[in-house]
């Protein structure tokens, strides 16, 4: 199925990389030819009035009306230089509500598209809330990388461990797979055994029936864990978007050990979908 209705939320401070990932979300809509909706989050709760330094109010992560307005008006502003369909939207909620609100939205569309701050604990919860929540992918748009990013996915891979939540991430990002001049199917580990060759060579006959033709290759792991892995063979490969399955094992223990879902969501190495 085409990806034709795109979700972006819009919650936090309208700093640069903040509002260039919003561009970045607005030009990959544009790519694929989608309508993008934004919604812009304002906490609705009585705060007593205080002074606080720039900084300190960033670090307390509030969201007032200002500045969901003002990522409003940087949506606005991408939309109208590439012409999209478009529609938007702003509304007061529970700070305690705000993912699970978001997650809801999301259920009404193909994708939704979510800006990443690097190690920021209520954007990690929202991902969470809109990956167990929605039913739909995430493609999450890592503001520390922004500028790097490239709309057009190009070279993408997808990061292969066998699972029936990387099959139904693969499923979910035909479109995208389609659309590629490179798709390369990656499996870490450190030994290539006759399983993972099966596996790997099974994907790539499965994605030549729906016109993609990928290459299969693994990975070595050294002692290093998987998400750091995969990060860094994106990064030396040029890779514009990597698509995984999120939360292969269980979540609790994800979020209590880490694993691979937690480091990539943690700092995205480049463009990244995800689905459960």
């Given amino acids: 199925m085409p990806i034709k209705d795109v979700f972006l939320p819009l919650v936090g401070q309208p700093r640069g990389p903040a509002v260039a990932a919003i561009e970045k979300c607005v030009a990959v809509a544009a790519d694929l030819g989608a309508r993008i909706t934004a919604v812009a989050l304002e906490e609705d709760a009585f705060v ?79 991902i969470e809330t809109l990956l167990f929540e929605s039913g739909r992918p995430v493609l999450l748009c890592p503001e520390q990388h922004v500028d790097e990013l490239r709309p057009e996915f190009e070279n993408v891979m997808i990061a292969w461990d066998h699972s029936a939540r990387a099959a139904r991430a693969v499923g979910d990002a035909l479109p995208i797979l389609q659309a590629a ?17 099966q596996s790997g060579t099974a994907l790539v006959d499965h994605l030549r029936e729906h016109g993609v033709y990928a290459s299969f290759e693994t990975a070595k792991g050294n002692g290093s864990s998987i998400g750091k892995v995969l990060g860094s063979w994106a990064n030396s490969h040029a890779i514009d978007a990597i698509v995984m399955g999120a939360y292969h094992h269980s979540r609790l223990n994800e979020i209590v050990w880490g694993g691979v879902t937690k480091t990539v969501i943690g700092e995205p190495p480049c463009w990244v979908m995800l689905s459960y």
């Fill in 181 to 197: 001049a490179l798709v390369r199917v990656v499996t870490v580990a450190d030994d290539k055994s006759d399983a993972i060759v």
């Fill in 48 to 126: 007593r009035p205080k002074v606080m330094l720039p900084d300190a109010a960033e670090a307390n992560g509030s969201l007032g009306a200002g500045d969901s307005q003002h990522l409003l008006d940087a949506f606005t502003r991408a939309t109208s230089r590439t012409g999209i369909r478009a529609q938007s939207r702003s509304a007061k909620v529970p700070a305690d509500q705000i993912a699970s609100v978001l997650a809801e939205h999301g259920r009404f569309s193909d994708l939704t598209l979510l800006p990443v701050k690097p190690h920021d604990s209520r954007t990690e919860h929202i």
